[in-house]
DNA sequence: AGAGTGAGTGATTGACCACTCATAGAAGGA
DNA sequence: TCCTTCTATGAGTGGTCAATCACTCACTCT
């Protein structure tokens, strides 16, 4: 919150240093997932939006063409970021066999996914594909991590949609804050998903 | 939509029947489902859940104290449906081996979210955990859903796990509308996933 | 120094939303 | 028939939201 401290106030004095237009987008597609994690896509506001990003709200309108263009493009950037992910763990694990290639997939999932903040967005996103270019921005999505885990692992169809199966039970137990509720019903949801505590 | 004239105006004259504030209710948590699937609780309006049940808005504030309690309601009810709809795979299952009830589970469960209003509403609440009346309808949801499983099937917590997991996966597929596109990635997705069509 | 370009904002607007209230009308019992 | 209780609505109210606009200021180039 309040990254505007932080770019432009490095002194005391009431100088201050304009970013490029491109910066400060990616300053709002890396701040507004906090935002649209907890709320949504129809529940977050866009003075919200901007208030993370250290930004005016009118402002917001000029970097971005209205509130949907701006979901579809943190959703578009959180994409980017998974499969980051996914090819950080092929690269681990070398030129194994496919499924020790998607267990450290799946190990550097875990790991992302500690920032709750990245997963939720991705849910939201998955809730909200009443919106066209959303649904086609989370088909895209998937489509993509879906055909890099093919190419990446060799593994055969059963095993890439368990990978996927799992994954999504590891989501719905992160969005339904059950990991760590010590109770059967949540110990059995979770058994075996590594726990990254947030940092 | 428009269940009022079904229940109210099966004459032509404009003489008009009451329903008691109970029977109105389990019509609003019936119908409620279609509104509250596509746009989730903050992006639907009383006045659409109103309009779908055929009654004022203000008279909703009678039957509900505040849209959180009526979407509460909704979950709750449906919530209900899904273990109607586990218990009925249980009983056509009989008393057989532990696998053969899971899989008769999931086929109930794959024929009872066709109807997609239903699955949507479940899913919009899961990513709506950040009101604390809506998490906490959510966590008990799973609760009793997971231990029914587990008592009515007698398996192992690694089956039930995989049995969620693949429900997960399911709930997912019919979320972003993958289960018609003709495409690698979605096929794999949906690999054995049986797809009844909307009645 | 002065002109031109792009970053950035305060104030506003019209639409819409959750929620309220006063009141009308139906059902039913004495 | 009159009276009470309950269903049901029309017409608001205050507040909030996405989107717009006129404007200021910072930086760059000449």
Redesign the interface.
């Known amino acids: 919150m309040c990254e505007w401290f932080i770019t432009h106030m490095t002194t005391k004095s009431s100088r201050r240093t304009l970013s490029t237009a491109e910066e400060r987008r990616a300053t709002v597609m890396r701040t507004a997932i906090d935002a649209f994690a ?6 977050t506001t866009t003075t919200e939006v901007a208030k993370h990003a250290g930004i005016s709200q009118a402002y917001l309108y000029r970097l971005f063409p209205d509130k949907e263009a701006l979901f579809v493009a943190v959703v578009d950037h959180c994409a980017q970021r998974i499969r980051e992910c996914l090819a950080d763990g092929a690269a681990r694990a070398g030129s194994g066999e496919p499924p020790a290639v998607l267990a450290s997939m799946a190990e550097a999932y875990a790991r992302l996914i500690a920032d709750r903040g990245l997963l ?1 967005v991705v ?2 996103a ?5 919106e066209p270019a959303i ?1 086609d921005a ?2 895209s999505l ?2 993509r ?3 890099y885990v ?1 190419a990446a692992s060799g593994a055969t ?2 095993q ?3 990978f ?3 994954g ?2 590891c ?2 137990v992160v ?4 990991e760590d ?1 010590d ?7 979770a ?1 075996g998903l590594r726990h990254y505590p947030a940092e």
Do not use: K
């Open positions: 907890a709320r949504g896509y129809y529940g939720m849910m939201q998955n809730c909200a594909a009443s649904r989370v088909q998937y489509a991590q879906v055909e093919r169809e059963e890439i949609q368990e996927f199966a799992r999504f039970l989501n719905a969005a339904m804050e059950a509720i109770a059967p019903w949540a110990r059995t949801l058994l």
